[in-house]
């Protein structure tokens, strides 16, 4: 069973950053992908950003691009994700999740192991 714990978030103002991270309870020589998915009040879930454990290759939602930086480090099997020029519009939770798969997917659906989120609320 894979284990997703997220840590990190909390409250910053406008133009702050924030690193948030996923420890990972993975031991495995098969392929994997992290990413990061937000979710506001009263809104769906959305992709955030993803990495593969083996290539590290990356993917960014357009509204993230230039501003995060989603990174790894295999020998503690946790994924970060470095936010900075944080906006409002940037608060929510941020759950981590994990598919055994080597593509950088972003919907929901291709996701299997989900953190339990950890807050991030930017002020104005």
């Known amino acids: 069973q894979v284990q997703l714990v997220e840590s990190g978030g909390g409250l910053v103002q406008a133009g702050g950053s924030l690193r948030l991270s996923c420890a990972a309870s993975i031991r495995t020589s098969r392929s994997y992908t992290v990413a990061w998915f937000r979710q506001a009040s009263g809104k769906e879930r959305e992709f955030v950003a993803a990495?593969?454990?083996?290539?590290?290759?990356?993917n960014y939602a357009d509204s993230v691009k230039g501003r995060f930086t989603i990174s790894k480090d295999n020998a503690k099997n946790t994924a970060y994700l470095q936010m900075n020029s944080l906006k409002p519009e940037d608060t929510g939770v941020y759950y981590c999740a994990a598919v055994f798969a080597s593509m950088t997917v972003t919907s929901t659906r291709d996701y299997n192991y989900w953190g339990q989120g950890t807050q991030v609320t930017v002020s104005s």
């Open positions: 990495i593969t454990y083996i290539g590290g290759r990356t």
